[in-house]
């Protein structure tokens, strides 16, 4: 959620109530979150975060505020339970944005680190729950699509093994780009 204010405006709000109205600048809300910054603009788009955007049409300065970070970064480091739904969450919020998300990424916004293998385990046991709870499922569409390597820009492993286990990919017959751009395509399109 995003609130516009003038710095005298932002000034008055603070001294008001520093504790709901503190913030800082978004560039360290990125690094305090280690995330990168169109992640953490999602997050203040979905609400999740709150932002600031102090100053005049001229110079604007992002702000987070402090106890929205908090309460997030809190959240993240809670149980598992939720997990699934928190990742399905995000991507159907991507889809819908016709974005696609990094792994690293998304698997931060839910409490894991993509360099820890039983990270990576948990992650891949949670998402595969996000994709067969998702609407999209039973359209033979997975939304793990969605969620690529920084480098590669295509899904994991997994993304295939499940589309192969279903019956949607022949690992022989079908190139991984095509239907990798296929399934992204479809669910753009779902979604419009």
Request: proline letters at 3%.
């Amino acid at each position: 959620m995003r609130q516009k204010c003038s710095v005298s405006e932002y000034e008055e709000l603070w001294q008001s109530d520093p504790q709901r109205y503190g913030g800082i600048p978004m560039e360290k809300a990125v690094a305090s979150l280690q995330m990168d910054p169109q992640a953490v603009s999602m997050l203040v788009d979905r609400g999740v975060l709150e932002c600031f955007d102090i100053g005049d049409d001229s110079e604007v300065t992002p702000m987070i505020s402090l106890q929205s970070l908090l309460l997030f970064k809190t959240a993240k480091a809670a149980g598992t339970k939720d997990r699934s739904e928190r990742i399905l969450q995000i991507l159907t919020e991507a889809a819908k944005s016709k974005k696609t998300l990094y792994y690293g990424d998304v698997m931060k916004a839910v409490g894991l680190l993509y360099k820890e293998s039983r990270h990576r385990q948990a992650f891949t046991a949670a998402l595969r729950e996000a994709v067969q709870k998702s609407e999209l499922y039973e359209h033979g569409l997975l939304i793990s699509a969605l969620l690529i390597y920084k480098i590669q820009f295509i899904p994991d492993d997994d993304f295939f093994e499940m589309a192969k286990e279903l019956g949607f990919f022949t690992p022989d017959k079908d190139s991984k780009t095509v239907f990798f751009q296929g399934q992204m395509e479809r669910i753009f399109k779902f979604y419009e």
